[in-house]
């Protein structure tokens, strides 16, 4: 049977079924973990079978370089204990409901909040879709993902993993970088703490000790110097902190953190000033079975270009291009009416025929297409920046469903 377990993961068929349909592994599997260089993953759920089929799935998984450890919990108790002696695990895949209905939800809640990790990124899943947790839960306890048993293929199982460790990564060097910071700046107290020193002893000797205080000088100059080196690295780790927070690592542009942020002070301003903001909102067409055929590190090169092309077409200052979430990606024009945001959209859209990506199993053309929605609002105190969004979702959702490769005013 567990023969018939791996050719199921092989496959990428759904690898965790509804309980009267569970696939059951005749052998046990070693549950114990070994690496010691390895990303630590935690399995939470109170079905031996998800452990079993899981490892199967992730077993011979490598990221930068190094491979997986899995540990074990069959209850929140054993999550939280398990949890509580390992601060080092990358990501806890997370049953909802075990020994209570909120078991899974109190294990998220203490990880947050009593052990105060915010790095480690958690995947809530579960075998009952009718127990969704509310958005202000999601939110409020940085839970990355959540998904029903019946979603996860193996190929949407790792690419969570993925991207849960590849998060993982960039908050663990985000941590060095401040930690750097930090050293820097006590280096800088003992420099400044040494100069006041040697200040005060050249000031009582500097009549008998005329030669001594030359050489103290040179000392001083090559600190000063060494300080000012040291200024200008931590100007560096700042900028390249800076751009960890508001930089989308794989396709350069602003990430949607960013996009929220800027979003929001525009939609102040303009208010204020009674002036349009514009929003555009573009969507790969097909963009999953191009992933499906040409592969993951073909689909992130294709992102990479698409966001980069739609980039050196807003040239504005004061315009932003962010990658709004997955395929999609937002484009921000303050002071820009209706018109103007309507020629800014066909550019793009013409410049993305241009490139000529080919799309073999595109429904649409033998190329790369992108569905573009465009709003125009001078925000009233009766609208939100929610409805803004809302409604050009909707219109994008209309853009698609019209055939793709097309644009679609809000009105």
């Known amino acids: ?62 990221f930068e370089g190094k491979p997986v450890t899995f540990f074990n919990a ?50 809530l899943r579960t075998g009952q879709p009718g127990k969704v947790p509310e958005d202000t839960i999601v939110l409020s306890y940085d839970i990355n993902d959540y998904k029903t048993k019946t979603e996860l293929t193996r190929k949407n199982l790792l690419t969570k993993v993925i991207t849960s460790l590849r998060g993982f990564s960039a908050l663990i060097r985000i941590e060095k970088s401040k930690q750097e910071l930090s050293d820097i700046a006590l280096e800088n107290a003992k420099l400044y703490e040494q100069i006041e020193k040697y200040a005060h002893t050249l000031e009582d000797k500097v009549a008998e000790r005329t030669r001594e205080l030359e050489i103290k000088n040179r000392q001083l100059e090559l600190e000063i110097k060494e300080r000012k080196i040291a200024e200008r690295s931590l ?32 939609w102040r301003r303009l208010k204020r000033e009674q002036k349009p903001l514009s929003l555009i909102l573009c969507d790969v067409d097909h963009f999953k079975l191009y992933n499906d055929s040409y ?51 066909k550019k793009v859209q013409q410049a993305i025929r241009d490139l000529k990506l080919p799309h073999n199993c595109s429904q649409t053309s033998q190329f790369v297409t992108i569905s573009m929605a465009i709003s125009c609002q001078v925000p009233y105190q009766a609208q939100t920046i929610e409805d803004l969004i809302r409604t050009t979702d909707q219109a994008l959702y209309s853009a698609k469903a019209q055939g793709r490769d097309r644009i679609i005013i809000n009105h």
């Open 1 to 62: 049977m567990e023969n018939s377990n791996q050719s199921i993961v092989d496959n990428d068929e759904v690898i965790f079924a509804d309980e009267d349909e569970m696939i059951v592994a005749d052998e046990p599997i070693n549950l114990s973990p070994s690496a010691q260089d390895s990303w630590k993953i935690l399995l939470v759920d109170d079905d031996v079978e998800i452990h079993k089929v899981t490892i199967l799935a992730l077993g011979d998984l490598e």
């Open 74 to 123: 069959y209850s929140g108790e054993d999550a939280k204990q398990i949890i509580r002696e390992n601060s080092d695990i990358a990501m806890i895949l997370l049953d909802v409901i075990m020994e209570t209905e909120d078991a899974g939800l109190e294990v998220v809640k203490y990880v947050r909040n009593v052990l105060q990790n915010r790095l480690v990124r958690i995947i």
């Open 235 to 266: 100007q560096e780790l700042n900028q390249k902190l800076e751009r960890l927070v508001n930089v989308d690592g794989l396709t350069g542009v602003a990430n949607r953190r960013h996009f929220d942020d800027y979003l929001d002070r525009e």
């Open 295 to 345: 592969g993951h590190l073909q689909g992130d090169d294709c992102l990479r270009q698409v966001a980069q092309t739609i980039a050196q077409v807003i040239q504005r200052p004061a315009d932003l291009v962010a990658r709004y979430g997955g395929e999609e990606f937002g484009i921000i024009l303050p002071n820009t009416e209706i018109a103007g945001t309507h020629e800014v959209a």
